[in-house]
């Protein structure tokens, strides 16, 4: 059972926000890192169903432009394509040890990773959830053999040195 938490700050976490002795910066820090918590805790309570790569799509968008030093997707996007994939794939083998190692409950937890990174790369890449939904309805109830099949032969030509 998920609790229903407030949504509103209390006033010790406003005060805390804006508390003297804090520069400009710390305290804007502090405001972002408060609004994402409500966030968290609205997001807390919708239920978990297939809508939550869609909402996740969008946190992760929303936080594109906004300060890497309060937003771990921010500092990801920040990084750029390269780095973005590599901790995709890092989490990519993560849940592939999980797997063969018959841990289930780990592998939960490495899926999560695993499709959070994707959406992330997925942002850095301008690639929608819709896009991604629409090619899967258009191979949904075609043979996984017909389809790979029916795809165009890529060939990788080599660099002139």
């Given at each position: 059972m998920i609790k229903?938490?407030?949504?509103k700050?209390?006033a010790k976490?406003?005060s805390?926000?804006?508390?003297?002795?804090?520069?400009k910066?710390?305290?804007?820090?502090?405001?972002?890192e408060?609004?994402?918590?409500?966030?968290q805790?609205?997001?807390?309570?919708?239920?978990?169903d297939k809508?939550?790569?869609d909402?996740?799509?969008d946190?992760?968008l929303?936080r594109?432009?906004?300060d890497p030093?309060?937003?771990h997707?921010?500092r990801?996007?920040s990084r750029?394509t390269?780095?973005?994939?590599?901790?995709?794939g890092e989490?990519?083998?993560?849940?592939l040890i999980?797997?063969v190692?018959?841990?289930k409950?780990?592998?939960?937890g490495e899926?999560a990773?695993v499709?959070?990174?994707?959406?992330?790369?997925?942002v850095?890449?301008?690639?929608?959830?819709?896009?991604?939904?629409?090619?899967?309805?258009?191979r949904?109830?075609?043979?996984?053999?017909a389809?790979?099949a029916?795809?165009?032969k890529?060939t990788?030509?080599?660099?002139?040195k």
């Amino acid at each position: 059972m998920i609790k229903k938490v407030s949504t509103k700050p209390s006033a010790k976490t406003a005060s805390k926000a804006t508390g003297k002795g804090q520069s400009k910066k710390a305290a804007s820090a502090k405001q972002a890192e408060t609004k994402a918590e409500i966030v968290q805790d609205d997001l807390l309570n919708e239920p978990a169903d297939k809508t939550v790569l869609d909402r996740l799509y969008d946190v992760v968008l929303s936080r594109k432009d906004t300060d890497p030093s309060v937003s771990h997707s921010a500092r990801l996007l920040s990084r750029g394509t390269y780095k973005i994939a590599q901790k995709f794939g890092e989490e990519a083998v993560e849940c592939l040890i999980e797997a063969v190692a018959g841990r289930k409950d780990l592998l939960v937890g490495e899926s999560a990773d695993v499709l959070y990174h994707l959406v992330v790369l997925w942002v850095d890449a301008g690639v929608t959830p819709e896009e991604v939904w629409a090619e899967l309805r258009r191979r949904e109830g075609v043979s996984g053999i017909a389809e790979k099949a029916a795809r165009p032969k890529e060939t990788f030509a080599k660099k002139d040195k």
